[in-house]
């Protein structure tokens, strides 16, 4: 495996302090890579030169194993809701832990948090769990299978629905062997699909705000003429609620009063553990009644009582209140960043939606993650922000969290604006 490639060119300065701030994590990373490719099992969790190995996170803090100390604005990429190591959520586990972790029956802890999801999302009535996101679109599409008798799927190019060959042509942008493509946003685009392979398509997978692609939000009537097309077409809509489902209590459906036959879950409903969850109406989920079994589901791990009550805590305690002055935070936040930047002389777009922000360094509106221009400005930022001790998805996505305060977001952004700063010098 290729070790961290740590050349340095003339000016690359945020890259050199960066590689001078993490000696502990360079080796760790070289460790890592010879037995795990890339060092890390996630390409979400990586970047160049080599990303950091944190050793301990509590609140908004994460450390890392050279004693850097960084405020945590990615949230493992949304999951973590109320942040690292939320006493509610670390009770509940701890308690749980020492009552058995899992076993192959029911635990009341599965009810409670299907209770709780089925009593926010109007449009579902049963819930199945899973062990990821992914997952969940797995299941979605078994029982979009099942109920039309085909097998294909059609998502938005840049969409996201998880690490499965389906979904990921997608997101690359490629139609594939079971896929086809809309443009999001373009309801004339998936009409004219189904139109011309209506009769192959199980599902149409939409995210209400397009996450990976970089926090762009789709309008109720969008999402309503692709579900009525859809419908015409004999198919089932899936609503992919795994990234936005922390944007209302009921989901980001609630708040676009919009109802997708099926939704997938995921990220904050398990606390920090490994989730996902499909939900719908009983008569679509009647396939995995026993009593008359047409679809197989099954998982050892599936609704395991540790993830089962640190999702309940987690659901529980977002509370509208507090969904809004994350939203609020996230306005502070992305207000004091375009100023930021419009004092250092630096082109800056930000797509907000509720708690989650997406930077751009371009004057472009909308930035689809595939076609950025703005590629080794983003890179030495993140780099930048690392440096500041602001820790950001290397694409510029941000997440707050429920245990923010609006004395944290001002040190977010003189750190922000420090790492800005030095991007600028860098590339002037
Ligand atoms: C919208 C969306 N759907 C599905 C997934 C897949 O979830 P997981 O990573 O838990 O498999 C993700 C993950 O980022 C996502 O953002």
Not at 72 to 92: C, E, F, K, M, S
Not at 142 to 154: F, M
Not at 267 to 289: C, H, N, Q, T, Y
Request: aromatic share 8%; glycine share 10%.
């Amino acid at each position: 495996m290729k070790q961290a490639d740590t050349k340095v060119e003339k000016g690359d300065d945020s890259l050199q302090q960066y590689i001078s701030k993490t000696p502990a994590s360079q080796e760790a990373f070289k460790r890592a890579a010879r037995v795990v490719p890339g060092g890390n099992s996630r390409q979400a969790g990586y970047w160049a030169p080599y990303p950091l190995t944190i050793k301990n996170a509590s609140g908004a803090w994460v450390t890392d194993t050279d004693g850097n100390r960084y405020i945590d604005l990615l949230n493992n990429y949304t999951a973590l809701v109320h942040g690292h190591a939320y006493a509610p959520i670390t009770d509940a586990v701890a308690k749980q832990i020492g009552n058995g972790t899992c076993w192959a029956a029911i635990n009341e802890a599965q009810t409670d948090l299907a209770e709780q999801l089925t009593n926010r999302v109007s449009s579902i009535e049963q819930v199945r769990f899973t062990n990821s996101g992914t997952e969940a679109g797995i299941l979605a599409l078994i029982i979009a299978r099942e109920t039309t008798g085909r097998q294909k799927i059609l998502m938005a190019r840049g969409g996201y629905h998880g690490s499965l060959l389906e979904f990921e042509s997608g997101f690359f942008g490629k139609p594939g062997p079971m896929t086809y493509l809309g443009e999001y946003g373009d309801s004339d685009s998936f009409r004219h699909q189904l139109k011309q392979h209506g009769d192959e398509i199980a599902a149409v997978f939409l995210e209400p705000v397009m996450g990976a692609s970089g926090i762009i939000a789709a309008s109720p009537e969008f999402l309503n003429e692709v579900k009525q097309a859809t419908h015409e077409a004999g198919a089932l809509f899936v609503l992919d609620e795994v990234l936005t489902f922390r944007l209302a209590e009921g989901g980001r459906q609630q708040t676009l009063g919009f109802d997708p036959d099926l939704t997938t879950f995921g990220k904050l409903i398990g606390g920090g553990f490994p989730v996902g969850a499909v939900g719908a109406s009983r008569e679509l989920m009647r396939i995995f009644d026993p009593a008359d079994l047409k679809a197989f589901h099954t998982g050892t791990f599936n609704a395991n009582p540790v993830t089962m009550v640190a999702g309940s805590a987690s659901v529980r305690e977002l509370t509208a209140e507090r969904i809004e002055i994350m939203e609020r935070q996230a306005g502070q936040l992305k207000n004091g960043l375009i100023d930021i930047a419009r004092e250092t002389g630096l082109a800056l777009t930000i797509n907000h939606v509720g708690s989650l922000l997406n930077l751009f360094f371009t004057d472009k509106q909308g930035g689809i993650h595939h076609d950025r221009d703005d590629l080794d400005i983003i890179r030495r930022f993140h780099l930048a922000c690392l440096n500041e001790g602001l820790f950001i998805a290397p694409r510029g996505l941000m997440a707050l969290s429920t245990v923010f305060d609006d004395a944290l977001i001002e040190q977010c952004l003189e750190k922000a604006k420090k790492a800005m700063q030095q991007t600028a010098r860098e590339i002037a």
